[in-house]
């Protein structure tokens, strides 16, 4: 099985521009989660997602931020008009749902970005 | 306020010797726990999950949950050069989902 895939890997951005990462989860997983990490800290958790649903986005900024999970096609998370705080490392990570192992999360290499 | 809370590291052992990562946590009902490695640069890799009392083995790892307590521990036998990373311990409280992830305990294995 392919993991989970993140893209792009490295992302620059001007101050005021919009951020567009994406996630595809490891196949056969449901639940999708978005986590940032600011240089030398812990991993925050933003948001927590299933097929065209929010389940918990308690971690997620107010402001700027939007996360969503199509039927089709990779999870997205957005940031729009980016700032500098926001440069960081964005990871999400997949579990498979209901049954064994159903909260192991995998998590994929991650999207670096940066706002100049 | 949910928290769990790692001894700060940086932790230095010799290679060969066994290695102690301890981790505790804020919510008496929590169920679920976990341990990652990071390396720098890298995105974590789930070394265990544990959800009963007592102990968990794979291969060098070892995973030791005390609910009572409120501690998770892993222990590195045989610690080599290639396992200094960072450990992350993860707690789902409740009956949630998301995890909550301590701050991380940076082990260096010196040879």
């Known amino acids: 099985n392919a993991g989970v895939m993140q893209n792009p890997r490295h992302l620059v951005r001007r101050r005021g521009q919009e951020a567009r990462l994406r996630c595809s989860p490891m196949?056969?997983?449901?639940?999708v989660y978005w986590y940032r990490q600011l240089p030398e800290e812990g991993l925050k958790f933003m948001v927590y997602?299933?097929?065209?649903?929010?389940?918990?986005e308690s971690g997620m900024p107010k402001e700027r931020f939007s996360a969503e999970f199509p039927k089709e096609g990779p999870s997205i998370l957005r940031i729009q008009q980016v700032v500098r705080g926001d440069s960081a490392a964005y990871f999400c990570?997949?579990?498979?749902?209901?049954?064994?192992?159903?909260?192991?999360?995998?998590f994929g290499p991650g999207t670096r970005l940066t706002v100049t | 306020q949910k928290e769990v809370e790692q001894n700060s590291g940086p932790l230095s052992v010799p290679e060969g010797a066994i290695a102690s990562l301890n981790c505790t946590y804020s919510d008496r009902g929590s169920q679920s726990f976990f341990w990652y490695r990071q390396y720098s640069g890298k995105s974590p890799e789930l070394i265990m999950s544990?959800?009963?009392?007592g102990d968990k083995e794979d291969g060098r790892f070892t995973a030791q949950l005390n609910k009572a307590s409120q501690y998770v521990s892993l222990l590195i036998r045989d610690s080599q050069p290639s396992d200094s990373a960072t450990y992350l311990c993860?707690?789902?409280?409740?009956?949630?989902?998301?995890?909550?992830f301590g701050p991380g305990t940076r082990l260096s294995v010196l040879p």
């Open positions: 990570a997949s579990s498979p749902g209901p049954g064994q192992g159903a909260h192991e999360q995998y």
């Open positions: 993860a707690v789902i409280f409740d009956y949630g989902q998301n995890f909550v």
């Open positions: 997602l299933q097929k065209e649903n929010i389940i918990d």
């Open positions: 544990i959800y009963s009392n």
């Open positions: 196949k056969g997983h449901s639940h």
